[in-house]
DNA sequence: GATGAATGAGGCTTCATTCAT
DNA sequence: AATGAATGAAGCCTCATTCAT
């Protein structure tokens, strides 16, 4: 009947759900604790506090997204394939785990304040922007790639552009009339984010279309 | 001495930093009323209640946005230049009041329920997004500008690359372990992101980079 | 029917007896709400925490031993009968603000924690402590008292004898088998109290009894 | 390793410390659980709960005061040394277990509920009041003290005038803004306090001093 | 025998809001 | 118009103790 460790995980899952629909503040441990069924002192047997809870679910949704990055072996591919299986998963991610970007607004309100103690947390990224230094890299001495791109730079760039469009579709909704979580939009806006990168990378402002009849200038630099 | 619309100005000011600064949840009525010393009546005089109080803070923020792109005067503007001059000050926009970047991320959590109810609000985006249409469209008439862009998605795109630096610049900064909050790595930042904008609206496929020796397909699809 | 100031009374009254009664960590915010049939947060209103609470009901207790200290009038006072009024005033005291014993004894508990951080409280005995001495002073010229005792250290003589006998009434009544609350008990142990400190400060240790026949010394030093 | 008797012993000694620095209130089992590094289960296998463990804490405490006192040889003791020796004892004793003055007070705020049950604590004292009813008679019989003491009251002011001292060693220290923890302010408390206790019972009104010139009354009746 | 998971009751404090004056 | 007293519901956390393995 005791199963302690199936009983973290599932206090842990359940956190991670409450927290990441009402935010930090607006989630609250008695109602995890009425949807787990649990003694709600258990919570703090296993968790030290709300906030420790909240690190967890946290430490959790990166270890994952962890993982989900080793495995998409950036390392061996050719530069745009690379490039462009890493936009599209982490669109996909964003869409996959709208938790984490409610985790990350929360922690973004405050400071950054669990992040900063976790050293699990900070350890996620360096492997990741190592692949795209080396697939940046390998693309400019192809020839595929313009040179000068700054790796952290580009993968920001990958994020915004998936992360931006789920965390606002209930605002976007709203602001344009339009339902912005439906399978036919999120799939022209993936289709989109991939064009942006790959136009990005590739763009070489010599070969840039110009203006048919008079010539303006075509770089605004 | 009494100055009722200046009293009811001095709370919404501080109320719009109280919310930004913990989030609708976080914000506390009493923090308010001690920072405005006065009377928490007053504020139930004006506003009814923590919802419109957070609501009225909304269309104001909305209020000076819509102001903003008004006068940014994309109309007359040079399909080129009118993007850049929209990329640029989207960014700065996000950069200046990244209080707003805090109500959407509230209302995002609420599935957008203040701004839902507030028509004011719904009829910001109309007019710019009818103006980036027609730059696109200018854009493509002179061959400067790929064609089949969507305003909508492409000002998502626009907003997306700076919102999310401003957004995430606690967590990328102990994440990444640099400081996005200098005004060094901001100024890149936006370089970086008119450029990505522009590029992709540049970006001609059949000029593309191509390798150097081999052929690779040059496409991603 | 609103009374702020009784309200606030009445919720220090009934916290003073709580305290008295349980101690500083038996007492229970709830319980004194129950008694004062006022809303919890009023007490939170009012006083800002349980600590804050007890150090204004500590405040009280020291405010009226003051007073009562002030109106004896030691000043004008033969010495013997300053002496003996101290004394006497001084069990009584004990005796009936038994609470005040309950409250020192949490307070030494935590080292002085809500003493410390009170001014008031620690202007309470300066006057008291000048009053004795100058007793003592005229006590030693008029040649009925001895020399070379310090104000300090007799009054917590003083003290000592009435608060140790009301402070454990409870134990010493199972211990000697005796109820110690009683009437007569009580006022035996004040005469026997007053008697202690006179013969003290009267004792003449040349004049003092000697064995019957043989010659043991009296002194002990 | 394993050692009943031992773990006891040292729940015991821990538990000890934890009343005394807290209180039965503020006491946790938990954090004696902690520091003993023994399974809670075990607490409560030797202690059936709280309240019995604190009971044993303060049985210990009595045994060795019971063990202190036969020790002392008062029987044998020409009286003034007899009674100095007692009251040095006495003091000591106070000072040096601090703690018991702890589970005093905590129990006289409980009206005794433990020490009521203990028969072994009740048998304490009637061999140590024989002894100071001995010590009475002796010197009254040798003319060296008073008659009509009552050897429980004497009892009784021996041990105010040290308990008192070190029960409120804390809060003296802030009222009186001297520090009574100090060794010098321990010995001279010492002194005074068997000079007031010897000079009770050896007094004599009518030797008492008289002031110089004029007559006054002598007693304070 | 020994471990720590689990419990239920209750602790202090805080919140947005309304009421009486 | 203006003040701050008052409210009720809830929030996070902790306690002594017991149970399952």
Known sequence: MRNPNRTKLRILRIAADEFAKKGYDGARVDEIVRRCKVNKNLIYHYFESKDALFTAVLEQAYTRLRERQQSMGLEASDPIEGISKLAIDSFKHWGESKNFIAYLNSENLFNAKHIRKSKLIRSTYPALIESIRSLLRRGEEQGVFRS??????????????GYHFFSNQSTFSVIFGKNFSERGMIEKRLNNVVDVILSYLQFNSRAARRPRSKLHRASRT
Chains 1, 2, 3, 4 share one sequence.
């Open 148 to 161: 000068g791109v700054d790796p952290i730079d580009l993968y920001i760039s990958i994020s915004a552009l």
